[in-house]
């Protein structure tokens, strides 16, 4: 259940950090609702999950899914170009998250 929470949370910061692009600085009122309350559930559910899941690795998988998922989604959606560079500094994210993850195997 707490790996639920965690994606649950990464599911609402990801679509929260999206919905910033269609605030239009925060001028239109529904996309900013969609804001406030997404980044609301998203720190409840990780600190739902942080009961059971030691904060590092629980930070270092949100952060580092929803850095990763946010920037494909700036480049399906929003258009934005990444080239090699960008895409390659997203898997050493990935990768560092994968680290972390296997400090619990040992």
């Known amino acids: 259940m707490p790996f639920v929470l965690l994606a649950l949370a990464i599911g609402c910061e990801v679509c929260a950090t999206s ?44 952060s580092g899914v929803g850095t990763a998922a946010v920037a494909a989604i700036g480049a399906t959606a929003f258009g934005e170009h990444l080239g090699r560079l960008q895409w390659a500094g997203i898997a050493l994210i990935v990768a560092g998250v994968v680290v972390l993850n296997l400090r619990g195997a040992h």
């Open 19 to 62: 919905c910033l692009k269609l605030t239009d600085g925060y001028t239109r009122l529904w996309p900013t609702v969609a804001v406030a309350v997404g980044y609301v559930l998203s720190f409840v559910f990780l600190g739902r999950a942080l009961t059971r899941i030691p904060v590092s690795l629980a930070y270092a998988v949100w």
